[in-house]
């Protein structure tokens, strides 16, 4: 199907595990986004991406990784997880000419 | 600095009555506003954007927003909520330099009252 997909949905992991949220979006977006959603902070931009193998830093990059190998990927990894890393993850895609960003469904981390 | 302030982080209406959630923005230049609607356990929906000309902007699913510079504002209405309203709502904020990024509010968290 057409669209902006996550996977996966909901993730339970250990401290100090490291874990790799994916996204994937079928409408050749040269941008992609990853956010965190936290109570209080509305969503806070992670990494962003303008094309495949060009990315860039959000206001809250730390200890995150990202990687744009191909345009419709997007993956996110946490090198080593932590009880603060525990949000809800949403991707987001857009064109080079347009603002609107359309967003997947999102991921639930939790980091036990 | 960009920034977006949504005063009011959780609001109840009743259903039929109308709606204002109240969005302020800081920007330097002239700002592209977005709202935007996530409901429970989605993702997040464009209702409305506002680029440039008519400061009166229509959305999806009945909703409006007035782009105010005078007072740095952008607030979302509508005349009549439905329950199926409920959810949250997010302002946002971009353009200039940063065009490939949006800044986004805390969100207002909207119940209807049957």
């Known amino acids: 199907d057409a669209g902006i997909t996550q996977s996966p949905r909901y993730k339970i992991t250990e401290t100090g595990r490291q874990v790799t949220l994916m996204c994937h979006q079928t409408w050749s977006h040269s941008y992609m986004f990853w956010y965190r959603q936290d109570l209080g902070h509305g969503l806070r931009l992670i990494y962003y991406?303008?094309?495949?193998?060009?990315?860039d830093k959000g206001e809250v990059s730390d200890g995150y990784v990202v990687s744009r190998s191909k345009t419709e990927n997007f993956p996110l990894t946490l090198e080593s997880a932590t009880r603060s890393q525990t949000s809800v993850y949403f991707c987001?895609?857009?064109?080079?000419?347009?603002?609107?960003?359309?967003f997947g469904p999102g991921t639930r981390l939790t980091v036990t | 600095a960009q920034s977006v302030t949504q005063p009011d982080i959780h609001i109840t209406v009743s259903e039929g009555a109308s709606l204002e959630l109240r969005c302020n923005y800081s920007y330097g230049a002239t700002p592209y506003l977005f709202w935007y609607v996530q409901s429970p356990g989605q993702g997040l929906q464009l209702l409305l954007k506002y680029f440039s000309g008519d400061t009166l902007v229509q959305g999806i699913k009945g909703f409006e927003a007035e782009f105010k510079r005078s007072q740095s504002s952008f607030n979302l209405r509508k005349p009549s909520v439905h329950w199926s309203d409920a959810a949250e709502y997010f302002c946002?904020?971009?353009?200039?330099?940063?065009?490939?990024?949006?800044?986004f509010g805390s969100g207002t968290r909207l119940s209807i009252r049957p």
């Open positions: 987001a895609s857009k064109s080079g000419t347009n603002y609107e960003q359309y």
């Open positions: 991406s303008a094309a495949a193998d060009i990315t």
């Open positions: 946002a904020v971009g353009g200039g330099s940063s065009a490939s990024k949006i800044i």
